[in-house]
C-alpha cells in the first residue's frame, strides 16, 4: 500500500480509454488536485478549458471487466477561497409559465471562508451580498472507463459514472463502480463547495479541490451501477432520461445489494425496502436524471450477511 502525489498538467472533459496518468495498486492512496467546471484551478487561473474537466485516469493494476473498483474519498478539500454559482435555476424545473418569467442566466462570486467552513455571496450587487452558507466540499463529477471503448462526455452521466452531481459524494464516502476496461481508469473533478438537491441552476458552488483517495479492489463481483456507502447508509444510482425511469434503476440496484450481500430472498428485500428505502433526489437538469435510493444502516442491524 503505497501513496502516490500527483500533480495534473492536463485534463480530460470525456471519460473514455485515455492513457493513463498514473499506475496505482489496490490499497494505494493518491493525493491529488482537480480544478473547476469552468477549467480554474487553486490560484484561479484557466488551465484548461471547461466541461467539468477530468484529473487522470488514473490505471488501478490487476482491475478487470466483472470486476468492481471501490473509491474511499479520505479527503475533499478546497484549495482556494472563491467559487462561483449561477443565477437561474434551469426551465423545466418550474411550471412553464414561471419559466417565461426567469431573467437572462448570470454569475456570482462566494468569498470561502475555511476557518469558519462557511460561505458567503460577494457582488451580487443587490440583496444576497452577504448571504451566507456552510460549505459542504463534494465532487460532483468522477467515473470510470465506460463499455465498448466509448468515451462519454462529462456533461452527463451512465452507469460508468460521469455527471452525477449528488451532493452525497463528500468526505468520508466509499463509491462502488463497474468495472468495464482493463485498469478501470478512474477520474475525478468538478469540486463543489456546496450544492442543494437537484443542482438546479445547472451548476453548483463551482471551485477547485485537493483530493485524496484510497481505491480497492472487489474481484468477480461487479454492480450494476453506481453504489455508495457512508456511516449511516447504503445508496444506489439511478441514472436515466426521466425520473420515474431513474427511481426503478436506483430501487433494483437497492434491492440486488440487500440480496446479494445480505443473503435476502426477493420477499425479505421488498419488506426492507417498502418500510425503509429514502430517495434523493441528485440530478435533474443535466441530459440524464439521477436518483438515489438509500436505506439506513440502522435499519439493517437486526440483519446478519
Request: proline share 5%; aromatic share 6%; with cysteine.
Given at each position: 500500500?503505497?501513496t502516490?502525489?500527483?500533480?495534473p498538467?492536463?485534463y480530460?472533459?470525456a471519460?473514455g480509454?485515455?492513457?493513463?496518468?498514473?499506475?496505482?495498486a489496490s490499497?494505494?492512496?493518491?493525493?491529488t488536485?482537480t480544478?473547476d467546471?469552468m477549467g480554474?484551478?487553486a490560484?484561479g487561473?484557466?488551465?484548461?478549458?471547461g466541461g467539468n474537466p477530468?484529473?487522470g485516469?488514473?490505471?488501478?493494476?490487476?482491475?478487470?471487466?466483472?470486476?468492481?473498483l471501490?473509491v474511499?474519498?479520505?479527503?475533499?478539500t478546497l484549495?482556494r477561497?472563491?467559487?462561483?454559482?449561477?443565477?437561474?435555476?434551469?426551465?423545466?424545473?418550474?411550471?412553464?409559465?414561471f419559466a417565461r418569467?426567469?431573467p437572462?442566466?448570470?454569475r456570482?462570486t462566494?468569498q470561502?471562508?475555511h476557518?469558519?467552513?462557511?460561505a458567503?455571496v460577494t457582488?451580487?450587487?443587490g440583496?444576497?451580498d452577504?448571504f451566507?452558507?456552510?460549505?459542504?466540499?463534494m465532487l460532483?463529477?468522477f467515473?470510470?472507463?465506460p463499455?465498448?471503448?466509448q468515451?462519454i462526455?462529462?456533461a452527463t452521466?451512465?452507469?460508468h459514472g460521469g455527471?452525477?452531481?449528488?451532493k452525497?459524494?463528500?468526505e468520508?464516502?466509499?463509491?462502488?463502480?463497474?468495472?468495464?476496461?482493463e485498469?478501470?481508469?478512474l477520474?475525478v473533478?468538478?469540486?463543489h463547495?456546496?450544492q442543494g438537491?437537484?443542482?438546479?441552476?445547472?451548476?453548483a458552488?463551482?471551485?477547485s479541490m485537493?483530493?485524496?483517495f484510497?481505491?480497492d479492489l472487489i474481484r468477480?463481483?461487479s454492480?450494476?451501477?453506481?453504489?455508495?456507502e457512508n456511516?449511516e447508509?447504503?445508496?444506489?444510482s439511478?441514472?436515466?432520461?426521466?425520473l420515474?425511469?431513474a427511481?426503478q434503476?436506483a430501487?433494483?440496484?437497492?434491492a440486488?445489494?440487500?440480496e446479494?450481500d445480505?443473503?435476502?430472498s426477493a420477499?425479505e428485500?421488498?419488506?426492507v425496502l417498502?418500510t425503509?428505502?429514502?430517495y434523493?433526489?441528485a440530478e435533474?437538469?443535466?441530459p440524464q436524471?439521477?436518483?438515489?435510493?438509500k436505506i439506513?444502516?440502522?435499519?439493517?442491524?437486526?440483519?446478519?450477511?
Amino acid at each position: 500500500m503505497a501513496t502516490h502525489r500527483f500533480q495534473p498538467t492536463h485534463y480530460h472533459t470525456a471519460i473514455g480509454a485515455h492513457a493513463p496518468v498514473l499506475h496505482i495498486a489496490s490499497g494505494d492512496t493518491v493525493i491529488t488536485t482537480t480544478v473547476d467546471a469552468m477549467g480554474g484551478d487553486a490560484s484561479g487561473q484557466q488551465v484548461t478549458p471547461g466541461g467539468n474537466p477530468q484529473t487522470g485516469p488514473f490505471f488501478i493494476e490487476g482491475a478487470e471487466p466483472g470486476d468492481t473498483l471501490v473509491v474511499h474519498f479520505d479527503r475533499l478539500t478546497l484549495n482556494r477561497d472563491s467559487g462561483v454559482t449561477a443565477t437561474v435555476v434551469a426551465a423545466n424545473v418550474v411550471d412553464p409559465s414561471f419559466a417565461r418569467e426567469l431573467p437572462a442566466q448570470q454569475r456570482i462570486t462566494w468569498q470561502l471562508d475555511h476557518a469558519q467552513g462557511m460561505a458567503t455571496v460577494t457582488d451580487s450587487g443587490g440583496k444576497l451580498d452577504g448571504f451566507t452558507i456552510p460549505v459542504r466540499p463534494m465532487l460532483g463529477c468522477f467515473g470510470v472507463a465506460p463499455p465498448r471503448g466509448q468515451a462519454i462526455s462529462t456533461a452527463t452521466s451512465a452507469e460508468h459514472g460521469g455527471n452525477m452531481d449528488y451532493k452525497g459524494f463528500e468526505e468520508g464516502v466509499t463509491v462502488y463502480l463497474p468495472v468495464y476496461q482493463e485498469g478501470a481508469l478512474l477520474f475525478v473533478g468538478d469540486g463543489h463547495a456546496a450544492q442543494g438537491d437537484g443542482e438546479l441552476n445547472g451548476d453548483a458552488l463551482e471551485t477547485s479541490m485537493d483530493v485524496e483517495f484510497t481505491v480497492d479492489l472487489i474481484r468477480g463481483k461487479s454492480t450494476q451501477g453506481p453504489r455508495m456507502e457512508n456511516e449511516e447508509y447504503l445508496m444506489a444510482s439511478g441514472i436515466a432520461n426521466s425520473l420515474p425511469e431513474a427511481l426503478q434503476i436506483a430501487t433494483t440496484e437497492l434491492a440486488r445489494w440487500l440480496e446479494r450481500d445480505y443473503k435476502l430472498s426477493a420477499n425479505e428485500s421488498n419488506v426492507v425496502l417498502g418500510t425503509s428505502i429514502r430517495y434523493d433526489i441528485a440530478e435533474v437538469v443535466d441530459p440524464q436524471v439521477h436518483i438515489v435510493a438509500k436505506i439506513s444502516k440502522a435499519a439493517l442491524a437486526t440483519l446478519t450477511k
